[in-house]
């Protein structure tokens, strides 16, 4: 019989009459009973919070610093059997860039946000009088995350919420909330009751917890088209939103790259996690007179890497997540070959009861296959030729997306110029995906609103108050 898990509402470990079972995506095992949260739910752990706010607000800041750093020790301190439960309801490998890099930043993330602070800032101070600009807590911030990254996600949502002095309610995804419940659990051991909480379901949860009145900010990580309902919810009470959205990131090869050196930077941009995340490469636009090169480097390097169960200390990538993206992944690449395009490694699902695809490699793909023009999120990387550099730009920036871009090249400053005229929040030269806690990262267009990290990820969990002294 698999464990049931409890959701965690000010303080207290709540039971539920409903549980649904949460699947090892490596072979649709039962990982663990999740309670099915109800409205009833929701209005308990946003009273929680709410109850809990004026206090935690009120408290040092030094306090929240240290215990923000007792959390980063806590998590650290149960860092394998985090992974563990992590490897097993999402799928990703213990090993690599897997479950225990996850955990690890996490914890890196966590302490970087303790040390990070927003002091009073004084605008004006002479004759005519002083201004200062102080930043205060919002009030019940509401987290929903989605099953790529969720403890690391998880902890970019709290983090900063607390850290400012907010009180959170958090809702997983359905595919992997038995890793967040433990990480909140973990949180609890360390903060007051009813600062941090976790409620568990399926969407309508999460829409009712956005909808919630007291809920004053909404963080959301996940598709565009559910950021779009978080919007609407926020629009009805003018609650603030950070939406870090959907993206479908290009990387430009120049012709004066070279291929052996930038295959492993490009393959790591495309298929870390198995291309489920979504600042991952997902168009590459190659010049065509290292095209052949590229690809063929690529899939040298892509060869040598192991897909296989999480749980095996050999795997490096592991199975799609979950059924629906396993099916959109594998509909797109039999699209993309039935309109001309070529494998050259992958391309059929593997064997076995999971959700396994296998690392795949597509060339001659354009505009107009699916594979290129939507957010595949799944180990799938088309390759597309291009002649004209100026045409390529104007190319990659014909998408709805702006989440991320790179490019590819020995000459940095080439580099950098074609990089400010790409229309995305981040850009990296000679890699892809690169994050890291004081770098503030956010989409524009409709991959997103305002960023996480750093001190301007941690002023979107503020209001400003002006005082003129
Ligand atoms: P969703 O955007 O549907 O889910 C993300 C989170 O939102 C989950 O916790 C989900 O809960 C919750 N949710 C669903 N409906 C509502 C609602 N009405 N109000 C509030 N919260 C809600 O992502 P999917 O899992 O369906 O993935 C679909 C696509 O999204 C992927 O194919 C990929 O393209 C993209 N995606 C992007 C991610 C990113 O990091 N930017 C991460 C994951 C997916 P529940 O799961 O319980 O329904």
């Avoid at 690529?298 to 979950?322: C, F, W």
């Avoid at 890291?436 to 990290?453: D, E, R």
Wanted: aromatic residues 6%; contains cysteine.
């Amino acid at each position: 019989m698999s464990q049931s898990y409890r959701m965690m509402i000010g303080g207290q470990s709540v039971a539920s009459a409903k549980l649904f079972d949460v699947l090892n995506p490596a072979d649709l095992s039962v990982v663990g009973a999740c309670p099915q949260g109800s409205a009833a739910d929701v209005e308990a752990a946003v009273t929680a919070a709410a109850a809990a706010f004026p206090v935690w607000a009120a408290t040092a800041d030094a306090e929240r610093v240290h215990l923000c750093n007792a959390i980063a020790d806590n998590i650290e301190a149960h860092a394998d059997e985090l992974a563990r439960l992590l490897t097993a309801e999402q799928g990703k490998p213990l090993n690599g860039l897997g479950s225990r890099f996850e955990i690890g930043g996490a914890v890196a993330w966590t302490r970087a946000t303790a040390g990070l602070g927003l002091p009073i800032e004084t605008l004006q101070d002479d004759a005519t009088g002083r201004i200062e600009l102080q930043r205060k807590p919002i009030g019940v911030v509401a987290s929903i995350t989605p099953w790529n990254w969720p403890v690391m996600i998880a902890c970019w949502h709290i983090i900063p919420a607390i850290r400012v002095g907010n009180t959170v309610v958090i809702k997983p995804s359905e595919f992997t909330p038995l890793s967040t419940i433990r990480l909140v659990e973990l949180i609890n051991d360390v903060l007051p009751p009813g600062v941090v909480n976790v409620i568990t379901g399926y969407g309508d949860v999460g829409g009712a917890l956005t909808a919630h009145p007291t809920v004053r900010k909404i963080v959301f990580t996940g598709s565009t088209a559910t950021g779009q309902k978080v919007m609407a919810a926020a629009s009805g009470k003018v609650a603030r939103v950070t939406l870090e959205l959907g993206g479908n990131d290009a990387g430009i090869v120049l012709p004066d790259a070279d291929p052996q050196a930038i295959a492993e930077g490009l393959f790591w941009g495309a298929f870390i996690n198995g291309g489920q995340t979504c600042a991952a490469l997902k168009r590459l636009y190659v010049h065509s007179t290292l095209y052949d090169a590229v690809c063929n480097a690529l899939v040298a390097y892509a060869r040598t890497i192991p897909v296989g169960r999480g749980d095996d200390e050999s795997s490096v990538l592991g199975p799609v997540q979950n059924a629906a993206q396993f099916n959109k992944l594998r509909a797109m690449v039999d699209e993309a070959v039935q309109a001309g395009a070529r494998v050259l490694i992958g391309g059929k699902p593997m064997e076995g009861p999971g959700y396994f695809y296998p690392t795949t490699i597509v060339a001659d793909a354009h505009e107009g296959m699916r594979l290129v023009d939507e957010e595949q999120f799944g180990p799938a990387l088309p390759i597309i030729r291009y002649d004209d550099v100026e045409e390529v730009i104007n190319r990659t920036n014909a998408s709805e997306f702006g989440l991320g871009g790179s490019v590819w090249s020995n000459d940095k400053a080439i580099a950098r110029e074609i990089a400010n005229r790409m229309e995305c929040g981040s850009v990296w030269i000679n890699r892809h995906g690169a994050i890291q806690p004081n770098a503030p990262f956010g989409g524009v267009k409709s991959s997103g609103i305002g960023c996480n990290f750093g001190t301007d990820g941690l002023k979107e969990f503020t209001t400003i108050q002006t005082v003129f002294c």
